[in-house]
Structure formats: C-alpha cells, structure tokens
C-alpha cells in the first residue's frame, strides 16, 4: 500500500475530526479512464473519502490518478492484469493507512479515521474478483481490524454502483 503523510501524533495543523462524513464506493474498471468523471463527482457531491475498486493500476505508475485535495492510498495488484484497490481521503481529515492482514481472496486498501465523539472509524475498500469465492477468513480479519467482534452488529450489503454489483461491509460499533 502507498504511504500517506499527517499520520503523526497530534495531527499536523490543518487536520480535523468530522462530525459527520460522505463516503463514495466506485467500480472504476479503470481508474485511469475514470479520474476526471471521479473529481467532478467529489465536488459536485462534496465527497469526504472514496473506496475505489478495479483500479487496474501498476506500482510502475506511482503519481497516476491524483485528485486536488485530497490523499491517494493504493493497492496495486501485481499477480494479474486487473484489480486493484484505492482509497482517497480529502486532506483536511486527520486519516492514516493502516496495515491490513494477509487476506486469501479479497484485494483491500485501508485507513483509520479519527471521528468526533467516536472511536476511531476503519474504512476499508475491497475488490472481490468474481472469478474468487468470498471467504469467511477474510471477513473475520477484516472485521478484526481495531473492533471487537462480539460488539459489533455486520452486514455485507450489495449496491449496485452502474451496471456493477460492488460489496460493501458495514459495521456497527
């Protein structure tokens, strides 16, 4: 996963804790075909963070894809010509990449948001390959990230974001 800066302790100047935020999942099947129509809708629907999947971006290609205002983090899949996962983050949020554990079947980037008057939010962005069967191991890892399991209410929704089917887990605290 590609680094991100204002992980430090207190945040740098600048950063804040939302009250509320505006997530947006997004199938790219490319995101360097997509950029420009992804910038427009941040702006247009003043969107905090993105969860990108099928990114099909290389580590070759590091500075690829930027949006004004806001951080990259990446993962590229390097075994295969597709997938891939991004999450961007506006600039202002007190956000950090966290480490995700190995996971067998589900391609993810994530990162720890700082939230006011609550722990902070894990904000994962999977890629399951429909050609992979969604595995429990991988569920139960994820869900492990900073949260215990028996105080948390899970469900994995599908939304349909175009003509694609994108899974989204939410989590409860």
Do not use: W
């Amino acid at each position: 996963m590609t680094s991100a800066t204002g992980c430090t302790h207190p945040p740098p100047a600048g950063r804040h804790k939302p009250n509320n935020l505006t997530l947006l999942s997004f199938n790219a099947r490319g995101l360097t075909n997509n950029i420009v129509e992804l910038g427009q809708c941040t702006k247009e629907y003043g969107i905090d963070i993105v969860l990108v999947q099928e990114t099909l971006l290389k580590p070759n290609s590091p500075k690829s894809c930027s949006l004004a205002g806001y951080v990259q983090l990446r993962t590229d899949r390097t075994d295969a010509p597709l997938g891939g996962t991004a999450i961007y983050y506006k600039r202002s949020l007190q956000c950090c990449p966290i480490d995700l554990p190995n996971l067998t079947n589900i391609e993810a980037t994530g990162c720890r948001l700082a939230m006011t008057g609550h722990k902070p939010l894990v904000i994962v962005s999977i890629y399951l390959s429909p050609s992979k069967k969604l595995l429990r191991s991988d569920i139960e890892a994820l869900l492990a990230l900073g949260m215990p399991l028996s105080s948390s209410a899970t469900s994995i929704v599908n939304t349909p974001i175009g003509d694609v089917l994108s899974p989204i887990l939410v989590v409860i605290n």
